[in-house]
DNA sequence: ATGCCGTTTCGTAAACGA
């Protein structure tokens, strides 16, 4: 089973963009982040016309998530527990039937946290604290279930081709990293470094500047597996190609195979 | 580099993003 995730910065203006490389990488799940619209702008037809189930926790203008799926969608949750007043749509779960077992899927867009010192990083900490205690209750169950999505955290400096750019950046927090690895000490996963230790790899080029013309990137989409999901998994890659394509996103999709 | 570009909206300027 091939499960993508992807921040589509867009998804009414990146439509023909999404469904070209649907068509070219069939995965059978893609998580989908920054969808930027609600649940009745959803593009729903075109995608249902490629073979996909849709699960939608959509935003006008800002946010929103989505879950594409080949295979059938069941137990859809909305929202990460812990902040009844959090309103932004940055948070669904959903379980996904394979040919020998299930995988619970969470698809997540984690708050950007810029600029340092605000409300708006103290939001990126305290949603991070969430995300580890939901992930160590889901860890109770001892099943495969995957966090994929765009976590806006750069791990390490392996992450970043220029890191001195990013020191006061809420990306590369030492608050925000440690809260990282609180989360893969949970015993979970990063699976891009399981299966790529030592390579530069990026998920993230800027617009401007010429960022991705000079492979200025970072890696910030991340797939964050369960001890039983990296057990299923054989692979995993970085589709970076799609940011050379007219008018893209500027993320890349992460997509995993694993024998689910 | 106080966003250089791009998307969105109770729009044509401002908010947001990373």
């Not at 989908?32 to 073979?51: M, R, S, T, V, Y």
Request: charge should be negative; aromatic fraction near 8%; include cysteine.
């Amino acid at each position: 089973m091939q499960i993508a995730t992807w921040n589509i910065n867009g998804v009414k203006a990146r439509l023909s963009n999404l469904l070209r490389w649907l068509k070219e990488a069939t995965p059978d799940v893609c998580c989908l982040q920054e969808i930027k619209c609600d649940d009745e702008a959803f593009p729903g037809e075109a995608l249902e016309e490629l073979g996909y189930n849709l699960a939608v926790h959509g935003q006008k203008g800002f946010n929103g998530v989505a879950v594409l799926s080949k295979r059938p969608l069941e137990d859809v949750t909305r929202r990460l527990p812990g902040a009844d007043t959090d309103q932004h749509s940055r948070y669904m779960e959903v379980v996904v039937p394979g040919d020998r077992s299930v995988v619970r899927i969470a698809c997540l867009y984690l708050p950007n946290g810029n600029p340092i010192g605000t409300d708006k990083f103290e939001y990126k900490l305290d949603w991070m604290d969430r995300l580890t205690a939901r992930a160590s209750e889901l860890l109770k169950d001892e099943e495969a279930f995957i966090l994929a999505g765009d976590f806006n955290v750069i791990p390490t400096p392996l992450d970043v081709k220029r890191p001195e750019l990013w020191v006061n950046d809420a990306l590369f927090q030492p608050e925000t990293r440690a809260r990282f690895r609180t989360l893969l000490n949970l015993g979970l996963t990063d699976a891009v470094r399981l299966l790529h230790p030592d390579e530069a790899i990026y998920t993230f080029w800027d617009y401007q500047a010429g960022a991705w013309q000079r492979n200025i990137g970072i890696r910030i989409d991340h797939q964050v597996m369960s001890p039983q999901a990296v057990d299923r998994l054989s692979a995993i890659r970085i589709d970076k190609h799609v940011r050379g394509w007219d008018k893209p996103s500027d993320h890349v999709p992460v997509i995993a195979e694993l024998d689910i």
